[in-house]
């Protein structure tokens, strides 16, 4: 590479910057207005590139081709004014304020290209830049964010690079499609009536030392230098309305631009102007013709309706003015003052609704149905009692990983992954042993042989309930956390805003409570059914994530263990253990937590409700130690990743044998319910999906869900359940097996566990009852963006609908493509049922009618029951982040004041003076531990 003309140019400008400071400014600027005009222009074009290839099968290729041009119209308006801007301009305060503008807004839409390239590559989902202030203040959602810092610097260093390369080429050939399409206005002024004359002269002619203006009748035959005296480096004119950059007394020179060439850019032009008037108002157009500096004002095309079905056909009259939310009914056993998670009984609130199964149009009930065979014969001998619950949700655990078994889809997968595409027997002896506890505890075979049979005793199952086609009610995990443990469907609403909503059913914790005030709960006894209950939570990882910890006590839990209450206790210990991702410490920071917790109950005569969540298996699957099993062939950056994840959930495998060894160890195990359930799962095998963030696939729903206990016989639920369903079986259970003891008690109860939407897995599901079907929803991560339908009784079907105008409609039928390989997809409703009229059957398109308008019924519905309104909630948005910024502002204030304070008292400090003995000070006294604070009622 030739560095004369940079080095000379560089000693320029250094002789010019002692010189003339002023000067310096231009000649920085005449290289930097090129570059950060092609900077803006490589970013807005790759930007649309990336956002058309990310949704390119979301129109039907014909309307795709014929309006794809005109999806281009913003970003060439922006350019325009880019172009306009960074021409050689004579008054140098306006110059500077462009050079402001233009290097500014380029940087910030090249950032932003950049990081929407690499969340794209490592999660294959677009970054919302409507939901990215959520992370302002949040700092274990900044380190999340940072996890793809390395890949934004690349993208971010490839484009800055590129630029340099480009940028005069695509400066010049701009410039000249400029000067063209400025023809017109240019033949205009050249027929200004002579009257406007000191108009023109004000225009062009802002000093008193400009040369005269020429003629006006040569101003189209005029070609202006672009860069006084340095034509040849820039070919175009910079002044693209014809002005002079300076005084010149040389003649006009001869135009350059042939016909031909005016014509062909003149009709290219015309026709684009054409097809954009043309293009029909649809959603779908406007939200693939967004351009990137607009991206975060736009509010991702919120509706009335949060579905929108218009055009679609069918009679769905019988939901209208339809609500499930009923005056709540009488229970003498309620307190006079309303308990946690029972606010719609408050005596004051006379007004109050409470969500009413026998009201709600969807419900299928199966109370009514006898317990499954099996589990009566146990049932009526007495065996099965229940004094301590272990409910675990599992982090990013897939069903397919829960066992992970012979001849499946993950297994064929990791066969891929090898270039023979056979799995060799040391790696297949791993893989054979790394999910033996969740065989355990499931019942369903690995197929891999038998392995350490004294592992557990010589036991080949646990016990318990099993569910073989189950979703999780979110694939956001504290939207996964409230359906499991409230049994309902989570808010319809981005990110967990659950806690400052009406959640509109007491969670689990909350029902342990009421259970605990009704006559005869004492721990004076040694009738275990008659001991309270206490809720405790715990997790190794951070719970200020999307203000988790503000919902964790709104779910009824007053204890709780996190990274934050660890890391407190172990500060000046040297068993510190050793943060695995960036949400905390591995799960097994808690065993001893754990045997307290269960030495505290069985000492202090309370039943334990233990809520775990775990967190190793999170993204990015470190192990401790960084001790890895090699799982995988090929090193390619997925299959590494499969490789991790795979690891993480053998140790969680691990970690869940131990908790069963301590059950075992405490000799509760017996008497323990212990329930298992997926938060979400992951799509990384299947698209290379890291997390569920706004990846529709399939396997971002599929979770495993057991309810295990030694005295259960193996039971293996075939019909498709959904994560909302436990809390209603855990009361099922727990009635059944006689472990809720007084008839206080026993009343509350079996009232509760009839008013929860979900039926029981205990009895025989109903999957369709009177041409109603048991319609499951999933909340999509992060809740706002889109919710996934289907129904127990057309299990194959599954319809993922958007809430938004900036996402697709998705359909799939999973009996002819299982893995989800090929859904059909569309920004519009209409074109999607044309594809499922033309490739599917009529069972199907029927399907999807009623899915799209009982979603459109049911999403109305729900923001009913958590009584929430987006108008209301984007005001709080507003206020809180204006006081999130005042908050920042105010510690700032704050952090300068005491640094201006230390400086000063340290200039000040007196000498040190070895006689002087400070006064005795009074040992400090502990301060009393306050209660906690009473729990928000809504």
Not at 154 to 163: C, D, F, N, Q, S
Not at 172 to 193: D, E
Request: aromatic share 10%.
């Amino acid at each position: 590479m030739n560095m004369s003309k940079p080095v000379h140019w560089l000693r320029r400008f250094v002789d010019r910057l002692a010189i003339a400071p002023a000067e310096a400014f231009d000649m920085c600027w005449d290289v930097g207005r090129r570059y950060f005009f092609t900077l803006a222009f490589l970013s807005l074009f790759f930007a649309k590139g990336l956002h058309l290839y990310a949704h390119i099968h979301s129109l039907p290729l014909q309307k795709f081709i014929t309006w794809s041009i005109t999806f281009f119209f913003q970003d060439v308006m922006i350019l325009l004014f880019f172009r306009i801007f960074v021409q050689r301009i004579r008054w140098r305060p306006l110059s500077a304020l462009c050079a402001l503008l233009v290097t500014s807004t380029s940087l910030i839409m090249s950032g932003m290209a950049s990081a929407n390239t690499s969340f794209y590559i490592t999660t294959g989902a677009e970054i919302h830049w409507r939901q990215a202030k959520t992370f302002n203040g949040d700092p274990a959602a900044m380190k999340t964010l940072l996890t793809g810092l390395t890949g934004f610097l690349i993208a971010e260093g490839a484009l800055l690079i590129v630029t340099a390369f480009v940028a005069r080429p695509i400066h010049r050939v701009t410039g000249g499609l400029l000067h063209i399409w400025a023809s017109p206005i240019r033949w205009f002024l050249a027929r200004w009536p002579s009257w406007m004359n000191p108009l023109r002269r004000l225009r062009y002619h802002p000093t008193s030392t400009a040369s005269p203006l020429p003629d006006p009748q040569v101003y189209e035959r005029i070609e202006c230098e672009d860069d006084a005296g340095e034509k040849s480096d820039d070919g175009e004119s910079d002044q693209l309305l014809g002005t002079p950059t300076g005084a010149s007394s040389s003649p006009p020179k001869a135009v350059t631009d042939s016909t031909r060439r005016r014509i062909l850019v003149m009709g290219f032009f015309g026709l684009f102007l054409l097809l954009r008037v043309l293009r029909p108002s649809d959603p779908v157009y406007r939200y693939l013709s967004g351009t990137l500096p607009l991206s975060p004002f736009a509010d991702g095309g919120h509706r009335n309706s949060p579905v929108d079905t218009t055009g679609l056909e069918g009679d769905y009259e019988y939901l209208t003015g339809m609500s499930a939310l009923k005056p709540p009914p009488a229970w003498h056993w309620l307190p006079d003052t309303p308990l946690p998670g029972f606010s719609d009984w408050n005596a004051s609130n006379i007004n109050a609704l409470h969500y009413r199964p026998d009201a709600d149009p969807l419900h299928i009930p199966n109370l009514q149905n006898p317990i499954l065979e099996p589990i009566a014969e146990v049932l009526s001998n007495g065996r099965l009692q229940i004094k301590h619950i272990v409910l675990i949700k599992l982090e990013s655990t897939r069903a397919d990983v829960f066992p992970l078994q012979n001849d499946s889809f993950m297994h064929h997968r990791i066969a891929e992954t090898y270039d023979d595409q056979t799995i060799p027997p040391d790696v297949e002896a791993r893989i054979a042993n790394l999910t033996r506890t969740a065989e355990f505890l499931t019942g369903f075979p690995c197929g891999f042989g038998p392995g350490d049979s004294s592992r557990f005793g010589g036991r080949t199952t646990y016990g318990g309930i099993s569910a073989r086609n189950a979703v999780t009610a979110g694939t956001y995990t504290l939207k996964s956390l409230v359906g499991t443990l409230c049994g309902v469907t989570p808010l319809v609403a981005d990110f967990a805003t659950e806690y400052r909503h009406h959640i509109y059913q007491p969670c689990l914790a909350q029902v342990f409570n009421a259970l605990s005030q009704q006559p005869d709960i004492t721990p004076d006894t040694e009738d275990f059914t008659r001991w309270p209950w206490h809720s405790a939570w715990m997790q190794s990882v951070t719970d200020t994530y999307d203000k988790q910890d503000l919902l964790t006590p709104v779910l009824g839990y007053s204890e709780k263990q996190t990274m934050e209450t660890i890391a407190a206790a172990k500060s000046n210990s040297s068993h510190r253990p050793e943060e695995v991702n960036y949400y905390g410490f591995p799960d097994t920071a808690l065993r001893e937590y754990i045997r307290t917790a269960i030495d505290d109950a069985e000492r202090g005569h309370r039943r334990l409700f233990l809520t775990h969540l775990t967190g190793t298996t999170h993204h990015p699957w470190r192990m401790p130690n960084d001790t890895y099993e090699e799982l995988t062939g090929t090193n390619s950056p997925v299959d590494n990743d499969l490789n991790r994840y795979l690891n993480t959930i053998g140790f969680a495998d691990d970690w869940l044998a131990e908790i069963l060894g301590i059950l075992e160890e405490k000799g509760v195990a017996n008497e323990t319910l212990v329930v298992l359930a997926g938060d979400h799962g992951l799509s990384l095998p299947n698209d290379g999906g890291v997390t569920p963030y706004d990846n529709p696939h399939v396997g971002s729903f599929r979770v495993p869900i057991v309810l295990a206990h030694p005295h259960l016989p193996p039971v293996e639920i075939l019909t498709p359940v959904i994560s909302d369903q436990i809390v209603p079986s855990i009361l099922d259970l727990l009635i059944e097996s006689g472990s809720v003891g007084p008839p206080a008690a026993q009343q509350a109860a079996r009232n509760l566990r009839g008013q929860y939407e979900g039926q029981s897995l205990i009895r025989p599901l109903v999957p369709e009852q009177d041409t109603r079907q048991h319609w499951q929803f999933s909340v999509m991560n992060t809740g706002g963006s889109w919710l996934a339908v289907r129904s127990a009784a057309r299990p194959q079907f599954r319809l993922v609908i958007p809430l938004v105008d900036d996402v697709e409609w998705r359909f799939s039928d999973l009996e002819q493509d299982p893995d989800e390989r090929d859904p059909v997809q569309r920004l519009s409703l209409l074109d999607l049922v044309e594809t499922i009229e033309k490739y599917y059957d009529e069972d199907a398109l029927n399907w999807v009618r009623d899915a799209a308008n009982i979603a459109k019924w049911w999403v109305a519905e729900n923001w009913r029951r958590y009584q929430y309104n987006p108008e209301t909630e984007a005001k709080y948005k507003a206020e809180t982040e204006a006081e999130l910024k005042n908050e920042s502002e105010s510690k700032t204030e704050v952090k300068n004041q005491s640094e201006n304070k230390a400086e000063s008292e340290l200039e000040s400090e007196p000498e040190f003076d070895p006689e002087f003995e400070p006064e005795p000070q009074p040992e400090p006294q502990p301060e009393p531990q306050s209660e906690p604070e009473a729990e928000p009622e809504d």
